[in-house]
């Protein structure tokens, strides 16, 4: 592998990281609907806006979102919805593996 590389998969490695929070899926998932405050998005996920701010933070830095203010309020949208089939490609995953969990059981 050469530097080019390995400096690719570091950087895809930090989008994965920056996603990989329960907060944060919470987050990229309340925010398929369209665009959302800060203070709307902390109530989704149960947290306290200081916390959901550092969160989105990440997220921001990761350029999985996108933040606007209006008037005092801190707007978001999914600034790389695609996103969302990482997501659903873990989905898949976790079905895979209950599968695989479900035939094992049965075979017992």
């Not at 950087?11 to 920056?18: C, D, E, F, G, R």
């Not at 209950?98 to 094992?104: F, G, H, I, Q, Y």
Request: glycine share 6%.
């Amino acid at each position: 592998m050469n530097a080019e590389e390995k400096r690719l998969y570091k950087l895809k490695a930090n989008v994965i990281a920056a996603a990989g929070n329960p907060i944060r899926l919470a987050i990229i998932d309340f925010l398929k609907d369209g665009e959302q405050c800060v203070c709307d998005i902390a109530v989704h996920v149960d947290g306290q806006r200081s916390n959901v701010s550092r969160h989105l933070g990440v997220l921001l830095k990761a350029g999985i979102v996108e933040q606007r203010k209006d008037g005092l309020k801190m707007m978001y949208t999914l600034k790389t919805p695609c996103i969302l089939n990482f997501t659903k490609c873990v989905e898949g995953v976790l079905r895979e593996w209950a599968k695989d969990a479900a035939e094992l059981l049965n075979a017992l």
